[in-house]
């Protein structure tokens, strides 16, 4: 992975990885990085163990990929996200 991010930028990457609606494709919004780089970056900044449950848990979820969510899904928004436009961090 070529990108360089921020301890901050970093982990709410790995937040928003970790949250069952937040899909990859609001990642690349926000981060400018695919899915394969989230997976890539999930793989290098946890542990082995954790790793492979978050990629279990998320391989195929329907709410991860915006094209296979249906409709009544909607949109999640964290209690902790505040307004977040283009690639600007949320404040906590």
């Not at 937040?15 to 609606?21: I, L, P, S, V, Y």
């Not at 890539?40 to 542990?47: D, I, S, T, W």
Request: glycine fraction near 4%; proline fraction near 2%.
């Amino acid at each position: 992975m070529k990108k360089e991010f921020t301890e901050r930028e970093l982990d709410r990457i790995i937040e928003m990885a970790w949250e069952d609606r937040t899909p990859f494709e609001a990642i690349t919004f926000q981060f400018n990085i695919s899915e394969q780089e989230t997976i890539e970056l999930m793989r290098k900044h946890m542990k082995p163990s954790s790793f492979r449950m978050w990629r279990k848990r998320v391989q195929g979820r329907k709410t991860k990929h915006l094209k296979l969510r249906d409709n009544q899904t909607g949109r999640f928004k964290c209690s902790r996200q505040r307004h977040i436009s283009g690639n600007k961090v949320s404040k906590r």
